[in-house]
């Protein structure tokens, strides 16, 4: 079974361009969660899918960020414009409905510096 | 604010030794999880502790949930230097919701 696969691994932009990052969650999961690392920092939560549904969007840190699920499927997490803060790992992860659901699995990440 | 504290942060210790590293909280978590991470990798899932007082072992590795729900601890026994990575807890309030996480703890075992 294929893990949680995400694209590009890494991504270097200039401040004010726009970048797509794309995960390909564990096939049959419904759950989807996007989290954020940046340099010196703890792994934080950034949102969180049910299919095609925002259930959580919390910890999107503001209107620059835009995710999305269509089909409730891959997912897609647009940084516009992107500023110099925005660098660090972008990690995806997954889990299944119902029991278990708790446990999720991560995928590479995307390293993303912006210059 | 730390939500999760986790301690030590670096670790380094020869090979054979014993290690603990501890994850402590104020709130309880409806689980807790434990990862490894490697390099230019993301965190891989190495077990998941739901009840309170709960101890689950994975070969050297045994894990602890507190009985209130708000610690843990990952305990290796005699350590190798293929255990070196950095070990993450991480625990959710509401099964299928936000994971929290701790800062971390990088392991390096010396043979």
């Known amino acids: 079974e294929a893990g949680v696969t995400q694209f590009p691994s890494h991504s270097v932009i200039e401040k004010g361009q726009t970048v797509t990052l794309r995960c390909d969650p564990i096939?049959?999961?419904?759950?989807l969660y996007w989290y954020r690392r940046v340099m010196g920092k703890e792994i934080k939560f950034l949102l969180h899918?049910?299919?095609?549904?925002?259930?959580?969007e919390s910890g999107m840190p503001n209107n620059r960020f835009l995710a999305e699920r269509t089909g409730g499927t891959y997912s897609t997490l647009k940084v516009q414009p992107a500023e110099l803060e925005d660098s660090g790992v972008y990690f995806c992860?997954?889990?299944?409905?119902?029991?278990?659901?708790?446990?999720?699995?991560f995928g590479p990440g995307t390293r993303l510096t912006v210059t | 604010t730390q939500l999760l504290e986790q301690s030590p942060q670096f670790l380094s210790i020869q090979e054979g030794e014993n290690l603990t590293v501890y994850c402590n909280s104020s709130?309880?978590?409806?689980?807790l999880q434990w990862y490894r991470q490697e390099p230019g990798e993301g965190p891989v899932l190495l077990v998941t502790?739901?009840?309170?007082?709960e101890v689950k072992k994975l070969k050297r590795l045994t894990f602890q949930f507190g009985d209130a729900r708000k610690d843990s601890s990952l305990h290796i026994t005699a350590a190798q230097p293929g255990d070196t990575g950095l070990y993450l807890c991480?625990?959710?309030?509401?099964?299928?919701?936000?994971?929290?996480f701790g800062q971390g703890t990088e392991l390096s075992v010396k043979p």
């Open positions: 992860a997954s889990s299944q409905l119902g029991p278990r659901r708790e446990e999720q699995y």
């Open positions: 096939s049959g999961h419904d759950n």
């Open positions: 899918f049910v299919k095609e549904s925002k259930q959580d």
């Open positions: 709130s309880v978590f409806s689980s």
């Open positions: 502790v739901v009840t309170g007082g």
């Open positions: 991480a625990g959710n309030w509401n099964q299928g919701g936000k994971l929290i």
